[in-house]
């Protein structure tokens, strides 16, 4: 016979039960509680990185400095000292020139934007205006920078910097340094294509009747430029994707584009880590090879002494409001995100730091 236990002995169970369940809990969650005070303090308890660091950016319209944006971020993250006056050459806000070239070769050279600010008919400021302000990289600075790399700086460059208005001798010889050549299109998605800048739809041609999601597609001509639209009948996604392995980790990752890019092609010296696609249906893929141009290119393309990014990746209005926190990375990239955060946190983040400790060994 099996005698059940009764009155006191039960609650005794009962309570040795919920204990256990609480302590299970307890395990669980502590950590999670923990984790944002350990992480912000192991952040403030790291010492700042020593890296002599120097920004490239011409396109400065204003105080928001949104070109390397993204950049200032992850310097931030890394403790890596940086200032707009002490390791910063190109323009103020407002495009007035700022900074010099410095006579010491620096660590670490990121050219994030070459493409300049513009004033309008009216003299005002103006991404529709087509009055160049700005100085331009010329083969001076070109020469710099590859005896720069020669000498063990690393380099860092992005979509704007080897297009007009950079000289085309100083463009040969970037793209000489950096192991790619531009093939002349450059792209961008846009959510609806009704709302794509004037200065777009007048290059097309100044008739525009496309609406929807879509990626338009540019180049320069002698007859005028070409410019090619891809709509939802040609697109199975309307974002470009980028995957490939990250440098230093040889982690796979993926991540989406919502911002301009470019198509070019590397050469020999180089090593392409990353791939640029278009995600094409049968007619998105015949429309394309009717104008030339490739449905999947090189994006992240890196030498001994460089790399490059095919896109305007540092240029991004995000907020990375865990920087202060050691690990958080880990937690950003895991969790669901939109196609600037995904670039970001996937992509651009960790690219950056390589290129810091790569630069500081």
């Known amino acids: 016979m099996t ?7 039960v609650r005794r169970i009962e309570r040795a039960t ?3 369940i609480l302590l299970v809990v307890l395990a669980l969650l502590l950590p999670l509680l923990l984790w944002p005070g350990v992480a912000a303090l192991v952040w403030w308890l790291q010492s700042d990185t020593d890296l002599n660091i120097l920004v490239y950016d ?19 993250y890394e403790k890596v000292p940086f200032s707009t006056e002490d390791s910063f050459v190109g323009a103020a806000p407002g495009g007035s020139p700022h900074g010099a070239w410095p006579s010491e070769a620096p660590d670490l050279l990121m050219l994030v934007d070459a493409y300049g600010v513009y004033l309008d008919d009216a003299g005002q400021v103006s991404d529709q205006g087509t009055n160049l302000i700005t100085d331009s990289l010329d083969e ?7 005896g720069w790399a020669a000498s063990g700086t690393v380099v860092y460059g992005e979509f704007n910097v080897l297009g007009e208005p950079t000289a085309s001798p100083a463009a040969q010889r970037l793209q000489g340094l950096f192991g790619v050549e531009r093939a002349g299109w450059a792209g961008r998605p846009f959510n609806d294509l009704s709302a794509v800048p004037d200065r ?21 001509g002698q007859d ?4 090619v639209v891809l709509t939802g009948d040609e697109l199975e996604s309307s974002l470009p994707v980028v995957d490939g392995v990250l440098p230093g980790s040889g982690r796979s990752v993926e991540a989406r584009v919502d911002g301009w890019f470019e198509i070019i092609s590397a050469n020999s010296k180089a090593q392409v880590d990353m791939w640029m696609r278009l995600r094409l249906t049968d007619s998105g893929r015949s429309l394309l090879t009717r104008h030339g141009i490739p449905p999947e290119w090189p994006f992240l393309v890196r ?14 209005s995000i907020e990375f409001p865990l920087r202060k926190m050691t690990g958080s990375p880990f937690l950003m ?10 670039f970001f946190y996937r992509v651009y983040l960790p690219v950056v730091q390589w290129l810091v400790e790569t630069a500081g060994s």
Do not use: F
């Open 3 to 9: 005698i059940e236990p009764t009155g006191p002995e």
């Open 18 to 20: 919920h204990i256990v």
């Open 58 to 76: 011409q396109t400065v319209p204003d105080a928001s400095y949104l070109e390397h944006a993204s950049l200032g971020l992850v310097l931030e």
């Open 140 to 146: 001076g600075d070109a020469d710099r920078v590859v």
């Open 200 to 220: 777009l739809v007048s290059l097309a041609g100044g008739t525009w009747d496309h609406t929807g999601p879509g990626i338009v597609l540019i180049a320069p």
């Open 224 to 227: 005028g430029p070409s410019v």
């Open 303 to 316: 030498t001994e002494e460089s790399l490059y990014l095919a896109g305007d990746a540092s240029e991004n």
């Open 333 to 342: 990239r895991v969790l669901p995100q939109s196609g600037q955060m995904e």
